[in-house]
């Protein structure tokens, strides 16, 4: 889970690079405030005004409405904009935005945890339907990414708080397979047992342990 992060910024570089596109952002929306989406991922081309904060509804809410009902957001000039877009064409003038393609983050049915956004600054282009159905396998691959780092993290807090609960009660740990005939104990076991050196293999420990308890 420490690597996601870093690859998934250079597989943004590397689109960018090869689609010449100016910017590409991974937004996720916000756990703790809703109506807030947050940059977790980017690249950029180039210096230039950037969306460096996250971006409340206020700046952007037609496309919060199209990106919370799973709509793919294709804009090759922003006079293409609908008229209900009216202050989200005024963000994307703010950064200089010329076209935009914004898919939406989701796995099945579930609602959209975020949105990737590619966008062109010095010239306006198309978004043909072969390199849109290219860029959502991409998105694809990144939210399985997101899903299972956020997945494996909350297992390793987990067993964080667990291990330092352990120590602090002065808790020992095993684990037995009965088919596998495998016993796993802790370095606390070993400690509270007295289990010899010779006797951690296998079955040993628990052996040992049914051997020296009392009547």
Same mark, same amino acid.
């Given at each position: 889970p420490?690597?996601? %992060? *870093?690859?998934?910024?250079a597989a943004?570089r590397r @689109?960018?690079?090869?689609?010449?596109? %100016?910017?590409?952002?991974?937004?996720q929306?916000?756990?703790?405030?809703p109506?807030?989406i947050a /940059?977790t991922?980017?690249y950029?081309?180039?210096?230039?005004?950037? /969306?460096?904060?996250?971006?409340? +509804?206020?700046q952007?809410?037609w496309?919060r409405?199209?990106?919370?009902? !799973? *709509?793919i @957001?294709? $804009? *090759?000039?922003? +006079?293409?904009l609908p008229?209900?877009?009216?202050?989200d064409?005024?963000?994307?003038?703010l950064?200089?935005?010329q076209s $935009?393609?914004?898919?939406?983050?989701?796995? !099945?049915?579930e609602?959209p945890?975020g949105a990737l !956004?590619f966008?062109?600054?010095?010239?306006?282009?198309d978004?043909?339907?072969?390199?849109v159905?290219?860029?959502?396998l991409v998105a694809q691959l990144?939210?399985?990414?997101l899903?299972r780092?956020r997945h494996?993290l909350? @297992? +390793?807090?987990s067993?964080?708080r667990l291990?330092?609960?352990a %120590?602090?009660a002065g808790?020992a740990?095993y684990? $037995? %397979?009965l088919?596998?005939r $495998?016993a796993r104990?802790?370095?606390?076991?070993r400690q509270i047992?007295?289990?010899?050196?010779e006797?951690e293999? !296998?079955?040993?420990?628990l052996?040992f342990?049914?051997?020296?308890l009392?009547?």
């Amino acid at each position: 889970p420490d690597e996601v %992060d *870093r690859e998934i910024e250079a597989a943004l570089r590397r @689109i960018c690079e090869l689609l010449e596109i %100016d910017f590409a952002v991974l937004w996720q929306w916000s756990v703790e405030a809703p109506e807030v989406i947050a /940059p977790t991922h980017s690249y950029f081309a180039q210096d230039g005004p950037r /969306p460096s904060e996250p971006m409340s +509804q206020e700046q952007y809410p037609w496309a919060r409405e199209e990106m919370l009902a !799973g *709509r793919i @957001i294709l $804009v *090759r000039a922003l +006079q293409d904009l609908p008229a209900a877009a009216s202050v989200d064409r005024e963000t994307c003038r703010l950064y200089g935005v010329q076209s $935009v393609l914004c898919l939406p983050l989701a796995l !099945g049915g579930e609602p959209p945890v975020g949105a990737l !956004g590619f966008n062109c600054l010095q010239k306006r282009r198309d978004w043909p339907e072969e390199l849109v159905n290219w860029l959502q396998l991409v998105a694809q691959l990144f939210i399985y990414a997101l899903v299972r780092q956020r997945h494996e993290l909350n @297992i +390793q807090e987990s067993a964080a708080r667990l291990q330092a609960g352990a %120590d602090l009660a002065g808790l020992a740990f095993y684990e $037995v %397979d009965l088919e596998a005939r $495998v016993a796993r104990v802790d370095n606390r076991f070993r400690q509270i047992c007295g289990l010899p050196v010779e006797r951690e293999l !296998g079955f040993e420990p628990l052996e040992f342990w049914l051997e020296n308890l009392h009547p």
